[in-house]
């Protein structure tokens, strides 16, 4: 019998993942079962169950895939491309309706939760290693408040379709230029 090479794991495992990526992004957590996603991947319950035992292990799975592009130093033209790439994927990826959908189910699931919350503690620390030159404190501060405005500019593009990006990131520069 051939053996199986990673690479052909591998692409099964991100046909199962981009799969539930835009079902959940479209249809949401608990209006998608493991039926749906043999349709929308084209594999078997068998060929999915093979790299995850339930769907709970799939969102976990697309969450810590999650990364966030941030630019390697926070300027205004710096932040406006990152908001502008947060709004390209949003449309291209439906980045937004899935993000929405992650923090939904991570209000009722503790596990996903945790996760979500790990997340967000390195996504600020991200931020706050991009403010050289202030305080601890000072920087956490920022970086909670860049984090949140982030998030909030997703959440809305999840809602509306499309928003704006301008306001964002006038914002987001007042923030952190405070």
């Given at each position: 019998?051939?053996?199986?090479?990673?690479?052909?794991?591998?692409?099964?495992?991100?046909q199962?993942?981009?799969a539930?990526?835009?079902?959940?992004?479209?249809?949401?957590?608990?209006?998608?079962?493991?039926?749906?996603?043999?349709?929308?991947?084209?594999?078997?319950?068998?060929?999915?169950?093979?790299?995850?035992?339930?769907?709970?292990?799939?969102?976990?799975?697309?969450?810590?895939?999650s990364?966030?592009?941030?630019?390697?130093?926070?300027?205004a033209?710096?932040?406006?491309?990152?908001?502008?790439?947060?709004?390209?994927?949003?449309?291209?990826?439906?980045?937004?309706?899935?993000?929405?959908?992650i923090?939904?189910?991570?209000?009722?699931?503790?596990?996903?939760?945790?996760?979500?919350?790990?997340?967000?503690?390195?996504?600020?620390?991200?931020?706050?290693?991009l403010?050289?030159?202030?305080?601890?404190a000072?920087?956490?501060?920022?970086?909670?408040?860049?984090?949140?405005?982030?998030?909030?500019?997703?959440?809305?593009?999840?809602?509306?379709?499309?928003?704006?990006?301008?306001?964002?990131?006038?914002?987001?520069?007042?923030?952190?230029?405070?």
């Open positions: 019998m051939p053996r199986v090479t990673q690479a052909h794991l591998d692409a099964r495992r991100r199962i993942l981009d539930a990526r835009a079902r959940f992004a479209t249809h949401g957590f608990a209006r998608t079962s493991m039926t749906d996603l043999v349709e929308a991947s084209g594999l078997s319950i068998g060929a999915i169950y093979r790299y995850f035992k339930s769907k709970d292990e799939i969102v976990a799975a697309i969450c810590e895939q990364t966030q592009a941030l630019p390697a130093e926070l300027t033209a710096s932040v406006r491309e990152f908001v502008e790439h947060i709004r390209t994927l949003a449309h291209a990826e439906d980045h937004a309706r899935l993000v929405a959908q923090y939904a189910e991570a209000a009722v699931s503790p596990p996903l939760a945790d996760l979500v919350h790990r997340q967000l503690d390195d996504l600020r620390a991200e931020v706050a290693a403010l050289p030159g202030r305080e601890p000072d920087a956490a501060r920022i970086a909670e408040a860049f984090v949140a405005l982030c998030h909030g500019y997703t959440q809305q593009l999840a809602v509306r379709g499309d928003v704006d990006p301008a306001p964002f990131t006038s914002a987001l520069v007042a923030i952190i230029e405070s």
